[in-house]
Every structure is written in C-alpha cells, then in structure tokens.
C-alpha cells in the first residue's frame, strides 16, 4: 500500500477517521447509558465497553496534550510550568482529602488514601506535559 502524500487526501483521511471515532464513543455510550438504566451503575461499570471506553479516552487525551504543548507559545518556561501546575494538584488533593475525612462513613486514613490517589492521577499528565514542553524548547534551542 502506497503512503499518502497529496495533504488534501491525508486532511480527508483524517476528517474521516475522526468520524468514525465520534460514531464508535456514541455507540459504546449509547451502550453503557441503556447498562445504567436497566442495570444501574454498578451493571454499567462491568461491561467490558466501560474499560473500551476509559482506555480511548485517556489515549485521546494524551494525543490531544502533545498536540496543545506544539501549539502554545514559549512565553513561559517549561518549569515554572510544572511548579503551577503541582502547587495547583497539591492544594486539590489536600482540599479533596480534608472533605473526603469530614463526611460521614469516613476517616482520616480514607481522606489521605483518596488525596494520595488524586494526586498520583493528576501527577501523570503534569509531567507527561512538562516533558513534552521540556522536548519542544529543546527542539526550539537547536
């Protein structure tokens, strides 16, 4: 099979490949949304389309972020970045965790289990971003 070169048949296979991404989330949402009126949450959560549909959205994500870290200027340095950004998730996830300890059912150690998980969650794309940053001023200084 030939590579595409002519960028208005590659800029259509993209349109049409976007397509049918939005055509394949509608259908698995369609599917999950019919699991959580007949089987409630629970029912949804344990079909397979429910992982199908984490996994596809979390690669999405991660394109999208290298796409938006090639598209942002270079105003601001990679690591002043980073700092914001952990101050940012820190203060969450001890505000997340301090309100997970006050509310009924729950104690301290679950506030500090539920802050540590938000914040190892939101430390993954805040560092995946800074080395994509980090990548383009190095590409941009040579």
Not at 16 to 25: E, F, P
């Amino acid at each position: 099979m030939k590579k595409i070169t002519d960028e208005r048949l590659v800029l259509q296979n993209l349109k049409n490949i976007r397509i049918a991404y939005i055509i394949q989330t509608v259908g698995i949402l369609g599917i999950l949304g019919y699991d959580l009126v007949t089987k409630g949450l629970d029912g949804m959560r344990e079909n397979p389309l429910w992982l199908v549909f984490l996994i596809a959205t979390i690669i999405s994500a991660y394109l999208s972020m290298s796409i938006s870290a090639d598209h942002e200027s270079n105003k601001i340095h990679p690591q002043k970045n980073l700092t914001i950004s952990l101050v940012v998730l820190i203060l969450i996830s001890i505000v997340v965790g301090f309100f997970v300890s006050l509310t009924d059912g729950f104690t301290i150690i679950n506030g500090v289990i539920m802050g540590s998980i938000l914040f190892i969650c939101g430390l993954i794309p805040i560092v995946y971003i800074y080395n994509l940053r980090k990548k383009r001023q190095d590409d941009n200084e040579e």
